[in-house]
Each structure stands twice: as structure tokens, then as C-alpha cells.
């Protein structure tokens, strides 16, 4: 069966093939616009499952994705149901728990579900007048000199539909960018990195939180590492990041309170020593990978976003706010050119690699930083330090994880002045330092002096000079 996308107005058709975050946010980005909008997911409508498939990872909102929601009027819609975290909340495994800002006073990020997510995102995306939904079609192939799709609807029939513009929001496993595969000229990369990730549930106590809900909390463990982020019915989703070794090495029921009594004790009482038993082998250690690919886009017909163009681990918390700021990113270019796609598609691919790129490397760098560092002393003193000097030159010294979190400052351009500002810091501590050995130099050398002159002074008078 073959039909057109395209309506009886002949507006542009947008096909987003992806009915994930960064696929219905997308949709309702071009229906705005006035495009008519297909959106095609293989999974069914996620509304009305019920058991939803998929990734469960909690998800940190920032300023990126905030901007992004606002721009389509759901800031505060979706605001509303998160839980902000002000700070990081490290656990020692002597019990004590320090916290660690985020920024400044009123600065936060917010605990979202994804799902809860996903299904406002897709009631937004419908109430557009120009949009269509279509669920359980799996895009089985697509021609990127006419923009034939070719779908598999869950009967095994087959549907073709032609549209302008395929937008692949499909995930880090992009059907859509199968085809970019066979184009010379396509750089592509994946990266799985040797830890897996554990999903627990830490239950309410007495109806109530079981432990401080405005924060991130993080067991560091050096080479492995647990967090916990609330949800609004007071439970903390705990992921358990380690090497899939480790998880390996768990066989039995007595050994996982024995592994988490030695280094998680503080949460057994929490979480409760049947639940954990039970739902660590409810599920196997599921596996992270990282993508990379260069360019976006094929023509004008094809652009990626989200995870099918850059997907990152999740230890920076951007890979949704990154998502989410492509589909504002293109929005503003598709303002520069007029809605050209010829010159739009191009200069996404020129403006984006680079910082998508940029996050996917630091999410890398931010697993070692969260695991091992924040416990050390030195951290610590070094975000204190930071945060000071940022009080006292705000437009001088920023922190990374400020711009990368509460502005827009492009990704690579925040790790081009991180590299500056560590340039800077270092000279201004060995400055301090310089000056530290001076002044203890001089004092020494006053001493001497004053010293001296008693002495000459007592000889004057004994010898009467």
C-alpha cells in the first residue's frame, strides 16, 4: 500500500520517524511551524500500554531542555511535575552525607519520569490540528533522493509514505541512519563502555520520603558507583552503574546483601533486604554506548537528532536537555534561511557536530568525576574555590558544570573556556603560592633585621658607640 504523506493544501510533509522525547517534542516544534507532521513509532501509543518498554532512567531537566519546552509552551507544565535537586548528596561509607551544590543559591535541576515525559510530549504534539499519529510502524527501509519510506505495520502489511523532510529521532539504534551507513563519506562511531547499569526502587518510609528529596544522592565507590533521584509518588529510583565483571560475580541472593552491606550499608535498611534480593536479578545489567556521526544530514531530504545523531552516557545528565536542544537549534536556523532546507540541513550538521561531540566526551569524563572525585577533599576545596571566584568575577571565571547546565554557552565552547579557566587558575595558584613564599621570606627576613638591630643596639650601649 503507498500513499502521500502530503495533504490536499501541499503544505511541506515532515515525517519524524522516533515517537520518543526528542521525536514528539520535534513534532510539535514543525506543527507549529505549520508543516504538516507525521510522526511513526514502531512501539504502540505508550498512553494507553500497559507496561511501557524501553529505558527507565531518570531523567535531570536543566536550563537547555527547559528552553527548549518553553519554546513550545510546556516549561511549566512539565516543571511542575519535577523535583528539583539543588545539590549532589555524597554518601561515605561511614554513613556521612555532604552535600554539594550545583551553582548558586536558586540554582537547581529537576528529577523528571520519563514516561510521564513521554506521554505529555505526545498529548502536546497530537493537539496540533496538522499532526498525525502513527504507532506500531516500524520503518523497515527509506530512499534519500525521493523520500520514500517503506513501513511494517504489526500485521506484517506494508505502508509507503513520501514526505519532504525525514526527521530520524529513533534512538542510538537508528533505523533512519542505516542509510547514511551505505553513503561514502559518513563517519560513524559507537563506544560501549565496560559498565552496565541496575535499576532499585527505595520505597517511601511511612508514607514519606526515605531520605533528603531536593538532592542527587551519590554512593562514589571509585570504580563503581550508585545515585538516587525522587519521584513524585516519594520513591528514589537507585541505578547501580558498575562493570558488567562485577555484576557478574553476584550470583546469589545472600552475596548481594553481602556486596551492599560492604559498600552501600547506609541503604539495606532503606530499600530493605528481600526487595533487594529480589529485584537484582529481576532484570540483567543493561549495557551504554556512546555515538558519534558526522554529517546530520543527507541533502535536503534527512536530518538526525537525539540519540540516533549523538547518543552519550548518562553521567553529565545532558543526553535529553542535548536532545532537546537540537530541535530549538534547528528551529533557530530554520528562522536564518527562511525555512530553506537546502540551507538549512548543511548548517545544522556545521553548528551541531561540534558540540554534540563536545557533551558526548564530557559525559565520559563526568563518570570518572562522579565516581571517584567527588568524595576526595580536594573536589571539594576545588568546587568551593570555583564557585567562589565565579561570586567574585562572574563573567570571568565560570564554572564547567554551570555552563554546560544553567546556560546555553555551546558544549565545546564551555570545554574550550573550562581549558582556559584551568590555565588561568593554575597561574593564579602558583601566584598565590609565589606570593605565600615571599611574605614568609620577608617575615623571616624582618625577624632577622629586627634582631640585628637589638643586638647593635646593645653593643652601642655596653661599648657606649
Not at 552525607?97 to 505529555?120: F, M, T, W
Not at 551519590?218 to 552503574?241: E, G, Q, V
Request: overall charge positive; hydrophobic content about 40%; charged content about 25%.
Amino acid at each position: 500500500m503507498e500513499r502521500s504523506a502530503s495533504r490536499q493544501s501541499r503544505k511541506k510533509v515532515v515525517a519524524v520517524v522516533g515517537g520518543g522525547l526528542v521525536g514528539a517534542l520535534n513534532a510539535c516544534f514543525f506543527a507549529k511551524r505549520g508543516f504538516d507532521v507525521e510522526l511513526f513509532e514502531s512501539r504502540e501509543d505508550i498512553r494507553r500500554a500497559k507496561i511501557v518498554k524501553g529505558r527507565s532512567i531518570n531523567l535531570a531537566l536543566s536550563h537547555r531542555g527547559r528552553q527548549a519546552l518553553k519554546h513550545v509552551g510546556l516549561e511549566e507544565k512539565i516543571v511542575a511535575q519535577g523535583i528539583p535537586m539543588h545539590a549532589r548528596m555524597i554518601h561515605s561509607l561511614d554513613g556521612k552525607q555532604s552535600p554539594i551544590p550545583y551553582g548558586r543559591k536558586g540554582q537547581y535541576i529537576l528529577s523528571v519520569d520519563r514516561a510521564n515525559l513521554n506521554k505529555e510530549l505526545l498529548t502536546a504534539a497530537e493537539t496540533y490540528p496538522n499532526t498525525k499519529m502513527n504507532f506500531d510502524h516500524k520503518l523497515q527501509d527509506w530512499n534519500a533522493e525521493t523520500g520514500l519510506m517503506t513501513f511494517v505495520r504489526l500485521d506484517g502489511s506494508k505502508e509507503q509514505v513520501k514526505a519532504d523532510l525525514i526527521v530520524g529521532c529513533d534512538g542510538a539504534f537508528s533505523a533512519v541512519r542505516k542509510q547514511f551507513l551505505r553513503r561514502s563519506r559518513f563517519d560513524y562511531s559507537q563506544t560501549y563502555i565496560p559498565h552496565g547499569y541496575m535499576e532499585l526502587t527505595m520505597p517511601p518510609i511511612n508514607g514519606e520520603f526515605a531520605m533528603k528529596p531536593n538532592y542527587l544522592h551519590i554512593w562514589p565507590r571509585n570504580t563503581f558507583m550508585m545515585i538516587a533521584l525522587p519521584n513524585l509518588d516519594k520513591t528514589f529510583t537507585c541505578t547501580l552503574f558498575m562493570p558488567f565483571e562485577d555484576f557478574e560475580k553476584i550470583t546469589t541472593g545472600d552475596e548481594v546483601i553481602e556486596f551492599f552491606q560492604k559498600y552501600f550499608p547506609d541503604t539495606i535498611p532503606l530499600i530493605g533486604a528481600d526487595t533487594l534480593q529480589r529485584d537484582y536479578f529481576r532484570l540483567p545489567a543493561q549495557a551504554m554506548v556512546s555515538v558519534k556521526c558526522n554529517p546530520y544530514h543527507i541533502g535536503d531530504t534527512c536530518v538526525l537528532m537525539g540519540d540516533a545523531a549523538h547518543a552519550v552516557v548518562p553521567f553529565y545528565g545532558q543526553g535529553m536537555n542535548a536532545g532537546f536542544e537540537d530541535c530549538i537549534v534547528f528551529d533557530e536556523i530554520m528562522d536564518q534561511f527562511n525555512e530553506d532546507f537546502r540551507a538549512v540541513l548543511p548548517e545544522y550538521t556545521r553548528v551541531r557536530v561540534p558540540d554534540d561531540h563536545a557533551i558526548a566526551d564530557l559525559a565520559m569524563y563526568n563518570y570518572i568525576e562522579m565516581r571517584a572525585h567527588v568524595n576526595s577533599k580536594w573536589f571539594i576545596f576545588r568546587k568551593y574555590v570555583d564557585n567562589i571566584l565565579h561570586f567574585f568575577m562572574p563573567k570571568t571565571i565560570i564554572p564547567l558544570y554551570t555552563m554546560v547546565t544553567f546556560t546555553r554557552t555551546r558544549y565545546h565552547e564551555a570545554v574550550k573556556r573550562w581549558h582556559w579557566q584551568n590555565k588561568v587558575k593554575y597561574l593564579e595558584k602558583m601566584c598565590f603560592y609565589t606570593a605565600l613564599h615571599l611574605s614568609t621570606v620577608i617575615s623571616k627576613v624582618t625577624v632577622l633585621s629586627e634582631a640585628a638591630l637589638k643586638a647593635a643596639a646593645t653593643l652601642s650601649k655596653q661599648f657606649s658607640i
